[in-house]
């Protein structure tokens, strides 16, 4: 062991001896071993709830499974979305204590659909984070949109819109920026 990391573990240790606290990510860890989430496409009427992270493995089947539920429902085309991105659900979900599962409005989005919509409303941008598998639009039954946004800003995971007309808010993994 380093002495960067021996320190660590000693100071950490005597911590937690000391208080009874242990480090926040440890202990983020600690408190779920298991990462759940749970979606119903609004599109398709496709549900699932599925454990897609262990501590800090992330399960091929589950991924895959999630990728096909949040896939371009215009063309069924399935790409992989950012686990960054799920975690970031997990977070929200955690974080509003989520008895629903996520209604999903958009997934990913094929650059096809992209620019039809793009094309259809000013509001959708022409490089979006959708097409990468790094955004999503939720709602959340049993929680009000502004409750939603408000907590999806708190996290600083990246980027939240609110588009209460259209009854959804946006979340993705780029630069921290709300709209």
Aim: hydrophobic share 40%.
């Amino acid at each position: 062991m380093t002495k960067v990391l021996r320190r660590q573990f000693i100071k950490y240790g005597a911590l937690a001896a000391v208080t009874g606290m242990v480090p926040r990510s440890a202990q983020a860890r600690a408190q779920t071993p298991e990462c759940r989430l749970a979606f119903y496409s609004t599109h398709t009427g496709e549900s699932l709830d599925v454990v897609y992270r262990i501590g800090d493995d992330y399960i091929a089947e589950a991924l895959a499974q999630i990728n096909h539920v949040l896939r371009d429902h215009r063309n069924n085309e399935v790409q992989a979305m950012r686990p960054e991105l799920l975690d970031l659900l997990h977070a929200l979900s955690t974080r509003l204590e989520a008895a629903t599962p996520f209604q999903v409005i958009s997934g990913y989005r094929s650059p096809d659909s992209n620019r039809l919509l793009a094309a259809q409303n000013e509001g959708v941008a022409k490089h979006s984070l959708h097409t990468e598998g790094k955004a999503i639009d939720i709602r959340l039954p049993g929680c009000d949109l502004p409750l939603l946004h408000r907590a999806a800003i708190a996290l600083r995971l990246g980027g939240v819109g609110y588009y209460a007309r259209s009854d959804f808010v946006h979340v993705d993994i780029g630069r921290v920026r709300y709209w």
